[in-house]
């Protein structure tokens, strides 16, 4: 039961575009495409984001999206806005009734 | 509104037992599946355990198995987290979270306050 691999940390000036990778491998991410992503404000319980890979929750603004290639699930945030600077968890289904996060990517608006 | 409330959180010495509960309201309880994460101080999302809606499947992580018990209560719309043994490890914040889809694919769609549990001498 390995955690997903983030990056630890992802910074991006307002406006710009930064994208966060979760990289697990053929028995969660890689086999199940559903993955879904979290973002969580100190103090603060964790907020979906993404679901079901690329999907947006209502009231989820749309410069969130979410994508996967083999083993890799991407959560891109487009026009970085200072209330996004959060950590940011992605899931994913491990097989055997068992669930894993990824370890965390703290994102900072500079 | 959907609303999850743990509690039952605390210090507790290492070795000794707590049993955490959510209390959830705002929605069918009996038609969910239901998970514990927890996060250690300044640490990340991990996963504990999950439920199925009846009650009839349960899993845990390797870290908790045989030491910690997840259970629910339909009728009273409750969630509890039965923890034994309990290690320095387990010093954490447990939320529990509202759990869409299936067997082998869903996401947490609400999510409590969380409860803090801290394990020390």
């Not at chain 1, 559903?34 to 410069?63: D, F, M, T």
């Not at chain 2, 300044?42 to 908790?64: P, Q």
């Not at chain 2, 529990?96 to 020390?120: E, H, K, L, P």
């Amino acid at each position: 039961q390995s955690a997903l691999t983030q990056p630890a940390s992802v910074s991006g000036s307002p406006g710009q575009s930064i994208t966060i990778s979760c990289t697990g491998t053929s028995s969660d991410v890689g086999s199940y495409n559903l993955v879904s992503w979290y973002q969580q404000h100190p103090g603060k319980a964790p907020k979906l984001i993404i679901c079901e890979g690329s999907k947006r929750p209502s009231g989820v603004s749309n410069r969130f999206s979410g994508s996967k290639s083999d083993n890799t699930a991407s959560l891109t945030i487009s026009g970085l806005q200072a209330e996004d600077e959060a950590d940011y968890y992605c899931c994913s289904y491990a097989g055997g009734g068992i669930w894993v996060f990824g370890g965390g990517t703290k994102v900072t608006v500079l | 509104q959907v609303q999850l409330v743990e509690s039952g959180g605390g210090v507790v010495q290492p070795g000794r037992s707590l049993r955490l509960s959510c209390a959830a309201s705002g929605f069918t309880f009996s038609g969910f599946g239901m998970h514990w994460v927890r996060q250690a101080p300044g640490k990340g999302l991990e996963w504990v355990a999950v439920i199925w809606y009846d009650g009839s499947k349960k899993f845990y992580a390797d870290s908790v198995k045989g030491r910690f018990t997840i259970s629910r209560d339909n009728s009273k719309n409750t969630l509890y987290l039965q923890m034994n043994s309990l290690r320095a490890d387990d010093t954490a914040v447990y939320y529990c979270a509202r759990f869409i889809g299936g067997d082998n694919s869903g996401y947490y769609d609400y999510w409590g306050q969380g409860t803090m549990v801290t394990v020390s001498s």
